[in-house]
């Protein structure tokens, strides 16, 4: 195995988001293996107890240590700046930490003759101002989105605050806030299309296409789409379904478990949109 | 494999040693965008600053400092922006963690309680995962 894709915790929401990239990854040469939920968390979410979290931290990093591989590729920015932060230092490892933005960018030239399909849209790329200091996820995956034929990027300043969507829906108004933002720089570019790049944006944003003439989609998606590959977004259904444990229809309802469905999974999907 | 040392062991450590090098100018509390998308009440800058590094030495916080490191959304602006090159962002994390009570002291932030998160993340899962990906992903 050449690398782990770290897909974090909240991501399977989007299973197709993490099996594309699987195929990307596959697509241009990289032997992979994916790994994530709670079992192989960064220990963020117990952050409010250093023990727990820590605890948490420490078996994931070693769980890495002993699959052997050498490099361990992130998909969330909170897994990977924990890691950077206070997983890996002090820690012996025998693997390194990248973005998975990175690892296809690095291999672009690989990737470019396989996005033939065009893929009429003009993009506007939901940036947010943290997390590209530490990777520059803004400027790879505009590069990145630069290869699909018949797509536009428009040029637009937006940049969002926090390093991505769940920080700011922990700060009351402030989601709301962002969203209307960036429907007014959607407006004010021309864009048809919202690209995001992080399953926590994507997650809040998939709403904004409620009454409006707009789509939202994943980065992932779009590379997907210009490949040619069959793109579902089954978590943007169910959000904006009118009934969403009709569209989750029964094998989804068997696959939650009924008693799950209705205390985890429903409430959030029913859940008022930010705007 | 245990770490050399404990988690809680290494934030009092970063903590003491940030809040040291940190002279509470404020420019990062100025480069921050959360403040305006607040709406917080106006106050100086080196006193907002000035209550991250008391989170960060376990002293009394002012009402300020708490709400703006209550209200960190991790945008980073802060790092650019110090005079000192510390790395503000992982400060205001710091005080983050210690003001919820990580280090065991009671809780001066809110901590957001979720305790069905690795429930649902698993129910997400075998809704959009086949069993085989479960198998091998999880």
Known sequence: MALTFWYGCNMTRHGEVIRLAMRL????????????GPASCCGSPKEADARISGGMAERTVARFNASGTPQVATWCPSCHMNMQDWMA??????????????????????????????VPARVLLHRHLGFDGRVPVNRMVAELLALVPGLTLVEHPLAVPGHMCSSLAAVPGALARAQRATLEAMAA??????????HSCHRDAVTLERGRDLRVVNWVHLLAMAAGWPVEDGYKTWRNAADPRAAVGEAGLAAAGEA???RLVEPELRRAPPV | MSRPMSLASSIQAESARLAAACTGCGACVEACPMPDF?????????????????ALQGAPVSPEGLAW???????????????E???VALMLRLAGMRLKGALGEPPRLPVPGDAGWAARVKAFARMTLTEEEQARWL
Not at chain 2, 69 to 83: D, I, K
């Open chain 2, 85 to 87: 090159a510390l790395d």
């Open chain 1, 89 to 118: 230092p002090g820690v012996p490892r025998n693997f390194e930490t990248l973005h998975l933005t990175e690892v296809l960018h690095a291999r672009r030239a690989a990737l470019r003759p396989l996005l033939v399909q065009p």
């Open chain 1, 189 to 198: 570019s021309g864009a048809d299309t919202l690209c995001t790049l992080f």
């Open chain 2, 38 to 54: 607040l709406g917080l009440a106006p106050a100086a800058p080196p006193a907002v600053a000035a209550g991250m590094r008391a």
């Open chain 2, 69 to 83: 490191v209550g209200a960190c959304t991790r945008s980073g602006q802060c790092n650019a922006a110090c005079p």
């Open chain 1, 260 to 262: 799950g469905f209705e």
């Open chain 1, 25 to 36: 990854l596959e697509a241009v040469g990289i032997e992979a293996e994916a790994t994530g």
